[in-house]
């Protein structure tokens, strides 16, 4: 299984953007996917999870601003993220998990600026 991110970039504040995550290989019925961020000097932090059921859930830093979503299949994962702030700057990652079983994608940076 290997994931891909992609959609990064630079947007001004108050801005959108909208991340993806493809995933290939012998794809499993994943227990969730999520997004995780790191920023510099900073540890990754959890951004958003869904699960296989749909259920959502959000960091209190971006509740009502992103929107994690997927396709059924689990072939790809979308963060829609509005209203970027400066904060919001760091190198997005998405993560599969299957039982005791993880898997990263690479990063894709994400900079919101003037």
């Known amino acids: 299984v290997q994931l891909q991110a992609s959609g990064g970039g630079l947007v001004q504040p108050g801005g959108s953007l909208r991340l993806s995550c493809a995933v290939s290989?012998?794809?499993?019925?994943?227990?969730?996917m999520s997004w995780y961020r790191q920023a510099p000097g900073k540890e990754r932090e959890w951004v958003a999870r869904i699960y296989g059921g749909g259920t959502t859930g959000y960091a209190d830093s971006v509740k009502g601003r992103f929107t994690i979503s997927r396709d059924k299949a689990w072939n790809t994962l979308y963060l829609q993220m509005n209203s970027l702030e400066p904060e919001d700057t760091a190198v997005y990652y998405c993560?599969?998990?299957?039982?005791?079983?993880?898997?990263w994608g690479q990063g894709t940076q994400v900079t919101v600026s003037s």
């Open positions: 290989g012998a794809i499993p019925n994943f227990n969730d």
């Open positions: 993560k599969a998990v299957r039982g005791i079983t993880s898997w």
